[in-house]
C-alpha cells in the first residue's frame, strides 16, 4: 500500500526548491555572468507546480478514502499556502528576470 503522506513532505521540499533556487540566483556575485539563471528559474517554477500538483493528490486521496474530517480541517490551509507558494515562487523568478535582464544590458 501506498503511504500518501510522503505527498506532504514532498510538497514542502519542493516549495522550499521553489524558493531557494531564485535566492541563490539573487545572490551570486553581481560581476560573475550568470547563464544558467534561466533553467534555475524554470525548475523553481516547475518545483511549484509539482509541489501544489502533490497536494491535489492528497486531497484526492482524502476525498477517495472519504477523510471529509480530515479535508474540512485542512483544505483552508493548503489553500492558503498553494496561493502563497505561487506569489512569492512568481515574485522571486521575476526580480531574478529583471535583475538578470539589467546585468545583461550593461
Not at 524558493?19 to 516547475?46: A, C, H, Y
Not at 486531497?59 to 499556502?81: C, H, P, Q, R
Amino acid at each position: 500500500m501506498i503511504d500518501f503522506g510522503w505527498l506532504n513532505i514532498g510538497s514542502l521540499v519542493l516549495g522550499l526548491i521553489a524558493w531557494v533556487l531564485p535566492v541563490v540566483n539573487l545572490l551570486r556575485n553581481k560581476k560573475q555572468e550568470n547563464k544558467k539563471w534561466v533553467v534555475l528559474s524554470f525548475i523553481s517554477s516547475s518545483a511549484c507546480a509539482i509541489a501544489i500538483c502533490f497536494q491535489i493528490f492528497y486531497n484526492y486521496y482524502l476525498v477517495k478514502i472519504e477523510d471529509w474530517s480530515a479535508l474540512m480541517d485542512t483544505i483552508g490551509a493548503v489553500a492558503f499556502a498553494s496561493a502563497v507558494l505561487i506569489i512569492v515562487t512568481i515574485f522571486l523568478n521575476a526580480l531574478t528576470f529583471t535583475l538578470n535582464r539589467e546585468r545583461t544590458a550593461k
